[in-house]
C-alpha cells in the first residue's frame, strides 16, 4: 500500500489559487483511478484508488497548510507505512511555473506544509514532487501571492502540468521515485 497526500487549504476561497495544487493533483488521481467519494479520516479527506494494481491512498489534509502534520502522522502510523510508501505533493515557489521536480529526501524549503509533515514524521527523508508555481513577483508577499488564483494563461500550464504530475505519481507507484527523477525532474 502507497499514500499520496496532496496539500492545499480546505473552503472556496482557497480553491484553484497556487498553495492548492497538491489537492488539484489527487483529485485528479481520483478521477482517472475511480477514487470514489472521500472519507473523512485523520483531519483530512482520503480516497482509495487502485493504481498500477496496488492499493493507493489519496489523501488531502484538511487542517490548513501549516499543521498538515497534524493529517498526516496519525494516517501514517494508522496504516503502518514506511516513508518510501508515501510521498507529499506540494507547491513550491522556487520552481518555475509548471515545473516538476522529485525529491527523495531534504529540507522543506520554506512550504510550510512539508515542514510541519517533516516535523511530525521527524525526518527529511519523506519523498515529494514539487510543483513550481512560479516565483513570487517583486514587490509581493510570499503570502499574499501563493493564496493567488492563477491567471487564465498560468492556468492552462498549470493544468497540464497537474496532468503530467498525476502521470508521475502513477509512475511512483509503479516504478518507484529514482525512475520519477530521471523522467520528470529535466522537463
Excluded at 142 to 154: E, I, N
Aim: overall charge neutral; glycine content about 12%.
Amino acid at each position: 500500500m502507497k499514500m499520496i497526500v496532496g496539500l492545499g487549504n480546505p473552503g472556496r476561497k482557497y480553491t484553484e489559487t497556487r498553495h492548492n495544487v497538491g489537492f488539484d493533483v489527487i483529485a485528479e488521481l481520483a478521477r482517472r483511478h475511480d477514487g470514489g467519494t472521500p472519507k473523512a479520516k485523520f483531519q483530512g479527506e482520503i480516497v482509495e484508488a487502485q493504481i498500477s494494481g496496488e492499493k493507493v491512498l489519496l489523501l488531502g489534509p484538511l487542517t490548513y497548510m501549516n499543521c498538515s502534520g497534524n493529517c498526516v502522522q496519525p494516517a501514517r502510523d494508522f496504516y503502518k507505512l514506511e516513508l518510501e510508501d508515501l510521498i507529499v505533493v506540494c507547491d513550491d515557489f522556487n520552481l518555475e511555473l509548471a515545473r516538476l521536480r522529485f525529491r527523495v529526501q531534504g529540507s522543506a524549503g520554506g512550504q510550510k506544509g512539508l515542514r510541519d509533515i517533516l516535523r511530525r514524521l521527524s525526518s527529511e527523508a519523506v519523498p515529494r514532487l514539487r510543483i513550481g508555481i512560479g516565483p513570487t513577483p517583486e514587490g509581493r508577499d510570499v503570502a499574499g501571492f501563493v493564496l493567488s488564483k492563477f491567471t487564465p494563461d498560468d492556468r492552462a500550464l498549470m493544468d497540464q502540468a497537474i496532468g503530467k504530475a498525476a502521470d508521475g505519481l502513477a509512475d511512483w507507484v509503479a516504478h518507484g521515485i529514482e525512475y520519477c527523477m530521471n523522467h520528470y525532474n529535466a522537463s
